[in-house]
């Protein structure tokens, strides 16, 4: 037994000698409980992003807001730090440094590179079931002197709207699949366009079509609008259609491949992600933009915003600029990006 009083936080020992009572860690029972089920919820996103657990409409959301989490996986630590819960600390670290590591090329602009050939400007805007300012979309389109525009989301009232705004004096060319319901779509284009195949079969359109550049390389587009993941069966079905999407050519024999669109996926999306992986380029993520968010636009104070719209180049097309606009009417930012593909 001690044979003194305590003296602030020493202890006198039976020997005489000065002791350092143990401290407790700050915040008791309770406190660990709640460290301990952030942790949890980071780990699961983790494992959720990284194991390809997209399940439904709620593990896919839940992934996609990878980058908050991420975030958030560092707040974390602090607090568990500043509660000297080393243990809990060390784990937060580990899996927030992992976490960190996958989003933080997003935000680094890759060094351009010195690509010579014919310079191609492309827009995409969800125009939300024709519900788009068609107006504020042609100015967009002659503001930045774009010669390509796909437009998921189109319905015949829309074409019209296009049409009396004049967007077709400016983008003659193109290749229109309008549905009443919403999942229509449409390429118009400067240069002639030869309607193709390359993702047909699928629930909403996805347009595809040879665009003809001046000189000896074409460019192979999809409008690209894979399915809505909302339960077991749409999620099966949103997986197949991204990764069926076709794969990027990789010879300047071929022409150049552009998918440009909403996904309905981000970046931390298992099905997006094996499609770059087969050697497709995100136009954000090459720039520096690729937490630019495009979704929701439309006073949604419950979703925090995400990328969900992105323009994906084949390999040896260079990405010069890549910006996203807001467009009235609609709940998704226009995606532009400025491209050069090499003759």
Request: aromatic share 6%; hydrophobic share 40%; no cysteine.
């Amino acid at each position: 037994m001690s044979t003194g009083d305590p003296v602030g936080d020493e202890t006198v020992t039976e020997e005489g000698g000065p002791g350092r009572a143990r401290r407790r860690a700050p915040g008791g029972p309770v406190v660990t409980l709640l460290l301990l089920l952030l942790v949890a919820f980071v780990g699961g996103v983790a494992l959720g992003k990284f194991a390809g657990l997209e399940r439904g409409q709620i593990s896919s959301a839940l992934i996609a807001l990878t980058p908050y989490v991420t975030a958030g996986g560092g707040v974390l630590l602090l607090l568990a730090l500043s509660l000297r819960r080393w243990l809990t600390a060390l784990v937060v670290a580990m899996v927030t440094a992992v976490l960190a590591v996958s989003v933080a090329p997003r935000v680094i602009a890759d060094d351009s590179t010195d690509v010579q050939g014919r310079s191609l400007n492309v827009l995409s805007a969800n125009v939300y079931f024709g519900e788009a300012d068609a107006s504020q979309l042609v100015r967009l389109v002659r503001e930045n002197d774009v010669d390509v525009l796909s437009m998921p989301e189109l319905n015949s009232g829309m074409v019209d709207e296009l049409r009396g705004a004049g967007l077709f004096e400016t983008l003659p060319y193109r290749v229109l699949t309008p549905e009443t319901d919403g999942d229509g779509s449409g390429i118009v284009s400067r240069y002639p366009l030869r309607e193709l195949s390359l993702a047909s079969g699928t629930t909403m359109r996805q347009p595809s079509a040879l665009i003809d550049l001046p000189g000896e390389r074409d460019v192979q587009y999809v409008a690209a609008h894979p399915v809505v993941p909302v339960g077991g069966d749409t999620t099966t079905r949103w997986k197949h259609e991204i990764t069926s999407l076709p794969a990027p050519t990789t010879g300047r024999e071929e022409p150049a491949r552009i998918l440009a669109g909403d996904f309905n996926a981000t970046l931390d999306h298992t099905p997006l992600r094996k499609l770059l992986g087969r050697g497709y380029s995100d136009a954000a993520e090459l720039t520096g933009e690729g937490l630019a968010p495009t979704w929701p636009e439309l006073g949604r104070p419950w979703a925090p915003p995400v990328t969900l719209d992105h323009v994906l180049v084949s390999g040896d097309t260079a990405v010069r600029d890549y910006r996203t606009f807001e467009v009235s009417g609609t709940d998704h930012r226009a995606v532009f990006a400025h491209l050069t593909v090499p003759s």
